[in-house]
Nanobody, 121 residues
Framework: QVQLVESGGGLVQPGGSLRLSCVVSGSIGSINHMGWYRQVSGKQREMAALMGSGGATNYADSLKGRFTISGDNAKNTVYLQMDSLKPEDTGVYYC???????????????WGQGTLVTVSS
C-alpha cells in the first residue's frame, strides 16, 4: 500500500519561505518521477516542479528561480523549497509520484492528500 504524506504547509507572509515535505512509504520497485502540483485560485491543477529518476528537474515558468525540488533517499522524502512567496502562490500543494512495484507492472500515479499554503500579510 503506497502512501504519500505531505507536510509543511501553513501561513506565511509575502516574501517569506516554506519547505514542503513528502514522505513515501510502501512497496516501490521503480520510480519514474516525483513532483509537486498545485491548485491555486482561478486555475486548474498545474505542475509546479518535477524531478526525474535521473535527477533532472523542471519547473513552471512562473516558479523557476524561486522553487527548488530535491530528495533525500535515506529518508524516503521529497522536498519543495519555496522562496520569495507571493500571494498568488496560495493554494493546495500535492505530492505526486509515478512508480511501479516491479518491471512487469504498469506505471501508476500516486498522490498525497495535499497541504495548504497561504501567502498573506
Amino acid at each position: 500500500q503506497v502512501q504519500l504524506v505531505e507536510s509543511g504547509g501553513g501561513l506565511v507572509q509575502p516574501g517569506g519561505s516554506l519547505r514542503l515535505s513528502c514522505v513515501v512509504s510502501g512497496s516501490i520497485g521503480s520510480i519514474n518521477h516525483m513532483g509537486w502540483y498545485r491548485q491555486v485560485s482561478g486555475k486548474q491543477r498545474e505542475m509546479a516542479a518535477l524531478m526525474g529518476s535521473g535527477g533532472a528537474t523542471n519547473y513552471a515558468d512562473s516558479l523557476k528561480g524561486r522553487f527548488t525540488i530535491s530528495g533525500d533517499n535515506a529518508k524516503n522524502t521529497v522536498y519543495l523549497q519555496m522562496d520569495s512567496l507571493k500571494p498568488e502562490d496560495t493554494g493546495v500543494y500535492y505530492c505526486n509520484m509515478m512508480a511501479r512495484s516491479s518491471w512487469d507492472d504498469p506505471w501508476r500515479e500516486f498522490w498525497g492528500q495535499g497541504t495548504l499554503v497561504t501567502v498573506s500579510s
